[in-house]
């Protein structure tokens, strides 16, 4: 079991360079917290206002999503107080800091493809798997 962020689900889902790297690991079983889904959902929608998909296609990719969720889902609320804590002494926004403080509740290591996220948890001792 791993967590996997948003960045990186989003790359899954948007079958973005290296989408097909991240499928072993929801494979192999990953959690997150539930901030993920929306932020997934929020780059579908980016598509279809960019015209990179149709309103029909993005409706589909979100179903799809939504319906197949291959991840279990964690309620952050139990997290913002070690999130707050890490953002402040990191300097990094509650949403990056939340994953770093699931990852370190749960003792796992995280899956991110976003660098700075990367280097964040990397200063918090947390085990990474960088997927650019």
């Known amino acids: ?8 689900i989003v790359k899954y889902v948007n079958r973005e360079p290296n989408w097909r790297e991240v499928e072993k690991y929801f494979l ?3 959690i997150t917290v539930d901030l ?15 015209g990179a998909l149709s309103e029909e296609d993005g409706y589909k990719v979100f179903r799809g999503f939504i319906e197949n969720l291959m991840v279990k889902i964690v309620n952050q609320e139990n997290l913002l107080d ?7 002494k990191q300097k990094c926004t509650i949403y990056d800091a939340i994953y770093i403080a699931l990852a370190k ?4 290591e995280l ?6 996220q990367k280097e964040l948890a990397e200063k918090e ?4 798997i960088y997927i650019p």
């Open 105 to 108: 509740q749960e003792k796992l």
């Open 36 to 50: 993920a889904i929306k932020e997934v959902i929020n780059s579908i929608w980016k598509r279809v206002l960019r």
């Open 82 to 88: 070690n999130a707050f804590k890490i953002a402040l």
């Open 28 to 30: 192999e079983g990953c």
């Open 111 to 116: 899956i991110t493809s976003d660098k700075k």
């Open 125 to 128: 001792n947390i085990k990474i």
């Open 1 to 8: 079991m791993r967590v996997i962020d948003a960045s990186t």
